[in-house]
């Protein structure tokens, strides 16, 4: 691996909120949008996130005029397979990557709470729907990369006589994200994605994940073509105690969210295999490796990305570089107090990773010399 090859994204909502931190200004805050996106591209976020909810607004429009108000940052858009013909989708994307002179990525959501996908009307089963979506990714590549026109016979979709003029920017075609925990996530991920996206666990456990998915993908000839991701919530303060206490202070706080919130109906509706995993880390207790917070995951079920690194910017990094050695090279950091933790991200934390990092690669290499 090489320093090029570590990459850090943010992410974008419509409104600024958190689980400890109610929403401020509008549904679609169109300030909040313009001054977070540069506030990220500023502190030297590769990319950021635009994730999915059947309540929210849409991602791929948000991601748009994020792009349209920033020059580098890229846009790593959350779409949920199904709900948008792959063909119309895939020319969606490419739009928006020639948009962002070449800006753009797609997050592949499968999973997730199932009574939020019954509320947009998709009641497939687990398995099917991972069915599903190793088609939609068979017919994206072959709207984004065909130069004539072609025939898909698929169970879930058929395509007769697809030729499309617009094509990706990026070449061969826009970078893949994939999210998904459960066996047949893995069985699709290892076809298809180009980086494999996990939440906040274990260094040990994050190991055995890299080493699943590498085994997966090495069926298909693709054990070194997949990249890493983790998503974390860094919690950061200038000593270790006043970080620990701010932590304390956003658990009351979601604590205090949570009892106002209205509940939503579930339908007996399972939650996905991540949340499952982040659930049963917290059971082992409220900090993993030193600095590993999972509070916040058994609070809310572990609806999200929702454990933490806790400590200095300096314990944080160093925290960071631990999963960077365990073979993590993306990491999607997102704050609970959104925008003044971007910046601190930004001005504080980010740099110090890739300074680690850049000594690990020389250390590498003076070894090998």
């Not at 979601?254 to 917290?282: F, M």
Request: a neutral charge; hydrophobic letters at 40%; proline letters at 4%.
């Amino acid at each position: 691996m090489s320093l090029k090859d570590l990459e850090f994204i943010g992410h974008i909502s419509a409104q600024e909120s958190s689980e400890a931190l109610a929403p401020i200004g509008r549904i679609v805050d169109h300030h909040y949008i313009k001054s977070h996106a540069i506030a990220q591209e500023y502190g030297g976020f590769d990319k950021a996130l635009l994730a999915v909810n059947s309540a929210a607004p849409d991602s791929l429009v948000l991601a748009a005029y994020a792009a349209a108000v920033t020059d580098k940052i890229g846009f790593l858009v959350a779409q949920r397979p199904g709900f948008t013909s792959p063909t119309l989708a895939a020319r969606q994307f490419a739009t928006l990557d020639h948009l962002s002179n070449g800006r753009a990525a797609i997050n592949v959501i499968t999973g997730g709470d199932g009574g939020d996908l019954q509320r947009d009307g998709d009641f497939l089963s687990h398995d099917e729907r991972y069915e599903r979506t190793d088609e939609y990714l068979d017919i994206f590549r072959k709207v984004w990369t065909s130069s004539e026109p072609f025939d898909y016979d698929g169970k879930y979709y058929k395509v007769q006589d697809n030729l499309t003029a617009v094509k990706p920017l990026q070449k061969p075609h826009l970078p893949i994200y994939f999210s998904g925990a459960s066996d047949a996530a893995v069985k699709v991920a290892a076809r298809h994605a180009d980086v494999y996206m996990m939440w906040g666990e274990p260094v040990a456990d994050i190991r055995q994940r890299i080493a699943g998915v590498r085994a997966a993908a090495a069926a298909y000839g693709r054990a070194d073509q997949i990249r890493y991701s983790l998503s974390l919530r860094p919690i950061l303060g200038a000593t270790e105690a006043e970080a620990w206490a701010r932590a304390d202070r956003i658990l009351q706080a979601a604590r205090e969210r949570l009892a106002r919130g209205k509940p939503r109906r579930n339908n007996g509706a399972k939650t996905n295999v991540g949340s499952d995993r982040l659930v049963e880390v917290a059971s082992r207790g409220k900090v993993q490796d030193k600095r590993l917070w999972t509070e916040i995951a058994a609070l809310t079920g572990a609806a999200g990305n929702s454990t933490s690194l806790v400590g200095t910017p300096e314990q944080v990094a160093e925290a960071v570089l631990d999963y960077y050695d365990a073979g993590v090279t993306t990491f999607l950091f997102r704050g609970f107090e959104p925008q003044r933790d971007a910046v601190e991200y930004g001005q504080l934390l980010l740099p110090r990773i890739r300074a680690l990092v850049a000594g690990r690669q020389a250390q590498g290499s003076q070894r090998a010399a």
